[in-house]
Nanobody, 119 residues
Framework: QVQLVESGGGLVQAGASLRLSCAAS????????MGWFRQAPGKEREFVTA????????RYAASVTGRATISRDNAKNTVLLQMNSLKPEDTAVYYC????????????WGQGTQVTVSS
């Protein structure tokens, strides 16, 4: 089991930056690829970004490419999502998730943190 807890969400104005954090506990954190997903009201959950166990490979959704940076610190069991130039359409609940590899199924999920971007 891997337990995930997100933090760092909040209400910001368009153009601002926000850094989301995901703290992991349980099984060996470094053995998992980590991803961020988001779900806006009335919409399906969507992929935002992911990072492999070493931090050497990363993937980004087109909607956040150039504005988002994912990173991880395996010593601290933490994965970060830095979001810049936030837009109102970034408003959503952001979830952290863990998978056995970058192409695998995400089996562990956090409870989410709300990000609201005002125009």
């Amino acid at each position: 089991q891997v337990q995930l807890v997100e933090s760092g969400g909040g209400l910001v104005q368009a153009g601002a930056s926000l850094r989301l954090s995901c703290a992991a506990s349980g099984r060996t954190f470094s053995g998992y690829a980590m991803g961020w997903f988001r779900q806006a009201p009335g919409k399906e959950r969507e992929f935002v970004t992911a990072i492999d166990w070493s931090g050497g490979r990363k993937r980004y959704a087109a909607s956040v490419t150039g504005r988002a940076t994912i990173s991880r610190d395996n010593a601290k069991n933490t994965v970060l999502l830095q979001m810049n130039s936030l837009k109102p359409e970034d408003t959503a609940v952001y979830y952290c998730a863990a998978a056995r590899d970058l192409n695998g199924e995400y089996n562990y999920w956090g409870q989410g943190t709300q990000v609201t971007v005002s125009s």
